[in-house]
């Protein structure tokens, strides 16, 4: 069983569109992330969510809003997409901040 | 703030050699957690190992091994006996109480040819 899933593994889309990414994790931890990792693979987070609350916004954008409709779920929508949106996104989850975090696959974000 | 600075941007060694990754963190937290993540060419992100700042024991699993030095603020990361299946870029993180958030390195790439 998938630990942490995300879905779609790619997203191909043009500029000003709007998309969602879906993430799923069923081993039952309060905390979850959503990370960005550029071309150059820097990690940097975005949002962590705990127990469907918001924790952490790293200054990003307004056009990116995560979702948590329960404990299990982060979805992450974007508003009026930008070439420099291209990235692959990362979710992952933990039990508390200061544990391990497990991340899903990973969604490949391609703006034309 | 907290800071991860992996100065090895990409390392080649040959099989079988021994490789350490340096990592080397900045934080005033006494309390604060340290952690090292491979990320093969495939893409996932793969936890190998953390440690708190109060257990500065050095560790072992297989041929991976871990040296906890809070003197040097150093979180250094050895393979022994490189393996093909080891080429992957490797990234050291560190979180602290205050901050509740995982800060990156930039990792490190390493490539292991026969």
């Known amino acids: 069983d998938t630990a942490v899933s995300q879905t779609p593994k790619y997203l191909v889309t043009q500029m000003g569109n709007d998309k969602s990414i879906k993430c799923e994790q069923n081993?039952?931890?309060?905390?979850m992330y959503w990370y960005k990792q550029d071309s150059k693979k820097f990690l940097k987070i975005m949002f962590s969510?705990?127990?469907?609350?918001?924790?952490i916004n790293e200054t990003v954008p307004n056009r990116f809003s995560p979702k948590s409709p329960d404990k299990a779920h982060l979805n992450l929508h974007i508003n009026s997409l930008e070439l420099g949106d291209s990235a692959v996104y990362f979710c992952?989850?933990?039990?508390?901040?200061?544990?391990?975090?497990?991340f899903g696959p990973g969604t490949r974000l391609t703006v034309l | 703030a907290q800071k991860v600075t992996q100065a090895q941007t990409e390392i080649s060694v040959v099989e079988k050699e021994d490789v350490t990754l340096d990592c080397v963190y900045e934080?005033?937290?006494?309390?604060?957690?340290l952690f090292w993540y491979k990320q093969p060419p495939s893409g996932e992100l793969v936890f190998l190992i953390r440690?708190?700042?109060?257990?500065?024991q050095n560790e072992i699993s297989g041929r991976y091994s871990w040296n906890f030095q809070k003197s040097t603020s150093s979180f250094n990361f050895t393979i022994t006996a490189s393996q093909v299946v080891d080429s992957a870029v490797y990234f050291c993180?560190?979180?602290?109480?205050?901050?509740?958030?995982?800060?990156f390195g930039t990792g490190t790439r390493l490539q292991v040819t026969l």
């Open positions: 992952a989850s933990s039990q508390e901040h200061y544990n391990e975090q497990f």
């Open positions: 081993l039952g931890h309060d905390t």
């Open positions: 969510y705990n127990n469907k609350e918001l924790i």
């Open positions: 934080t005033r937290d006494t309390t604060y957690y």
């Open positions: 440690r708190n700042s109060f257990d500065e």
């Open positions: 993180a560190l979180n602290t109480g205050t901050a509740s958030k995982l800060t």
